[in-house]
T-cell receptor
């Protein structure tokens, strides 16, 4: 059973470009969380999605960031007009159901570097 | 808002010895879970151990155990018989149901553990 797959592993963008980060949850998992990890920091929650629905985007910057989890295909975190401060590792986690004790399974992350 | 504090940015332990990593949290909730995650240099996030707030018995997983003090809002991780492969960043995390409808994790800033051969 494949784990959570994130791609690309590394992404380099110039300021002003768009970044698209992909996350395929584990098989049977319909709940996806995105987190951002700045250097020397812990992970910070960004957004929680179920298939075709954004449930909680309270951690997402109001501008330039968006997320989706379509009926078919991976979840996408999209960052428009990237700036240097967007450089970070972005992690996706999935779970089969929304239960407090249900562990979230993490992908290996995408390291985004902005030139 | 819930917060998680890890007061030890770095720790070191001699191989085969025992080390304890500290974590405190702040919450007004009575029902929640606490987790320890390990992040080795490969950057994977690996679940080490979890504790439900309603359970008084401390969780254990092989060489890993916790000391959960609910009244003090403390959740420390003890690693026994430390091995070189234990070297990593360790993150304490808190989880409860949020008003926005999710079970997001709130992480501390981490403790970098070095294991000395």
């Amino acid at each position: 059973n494949a784990g959570v797959m994130q791609n690309p592993r590394h992404l380099v963008r110039r300021r002003g470009q768009e970044a698209r980060l992909r996350c395929s949850p584990m098989k049977g998992h319909s709940h996806v969380y995105w987190y951002r990890q700045l250097p020397e920091e812990g992970l910070k929650f960004m957004v929680y999605l179920q298939k075709e629905n954004i449930i909680d985007e309270s951690g997402m910057p109001k501008e330039r960031f968006s997320a989706e989890f379509p009926k078919e295909g991976p979840s996408i975190l999209r960052i428009q007009q990237v700036v240097r401060g967007d450089s970070a590792a972005y992690f996706c986690a999935s779970s089969p159901r929304a239960r407090m004790g249900q562990p979230q399974h993490f992908g290996d992350g995408t390291r985004l570097s902005i030139l | 808002a819930q917060t998680v504090t890890q007061s030890q940015p770095e720790m070191s332990v001699q191989e085969a010895e025992t080390v304890t990593l500290s974590c405190t949290y702040d919450t007004s909730e009575s029902d929640y879970y606490l987790f320890w995650y390990k992040q080795p240099p490969s950057r994977q996030m690996i679940l080490v151990i979890r504790q439900e707030a309603y359970k008084q018995q401390n969780a254990t997983e092989n060489r890993f155990s916790v000391n959960f003090q609910k009244a003090a809002k403390s959740f420390s991780l003890k690693i026994s018989d430390s091995q070189l492969g234990d070297a990593a960043m360790y993150f304490c995390a808190y989880r409860s149901f949020t008003g926005a409808g999710s079970y997001q994790l709130t992480f501390g800033k981490g403790t970098k553990l070095s294991v000395i051969p």
